[in-house]
């Protein structure tokens, strides 16, 4: 069965926090998910040389959220509530 499965991301294993607030950020000040304005959130947490890969991921998962998947990034429905309506 570990056979089967993917290996883990070792990039998303390290910077597992930074993504994560990134997403909650984006969240809370309500920023329009766009590679610009999350690279703008994310420079200060990466070197220069991971920031693209991490915004990249930032935008992946904020495309992705959902009610049923926000725990995980720490936030509270009425925060996504508001951001997904804003």
Request: charged residues 35%.
């Amino acid at each position: 069965m570990r056979d089967s499965l993917p290996e883990p991301d070792a990039f998303r294993l390290k910077y597992r926090s930074e993504i994560s607030n990134v997403v909650r950020e984006a969240v809370r000040r309500k920023i329009r998910p766009t590679e610009a304005g999350l690279a703008q959130l994310a420079k200060s947490m990466v070197s220069p040389e991971d920031l693209e890969r991490l915004t990249s991921i930032a935008l992946a998962e904020l495309t992705d959220l959902h009610e049923g998947n926000i725990a995980r990034f720490r936030l509270r429905p009425s925060e996504f509530k508001q951001w997904k309506d804003g």
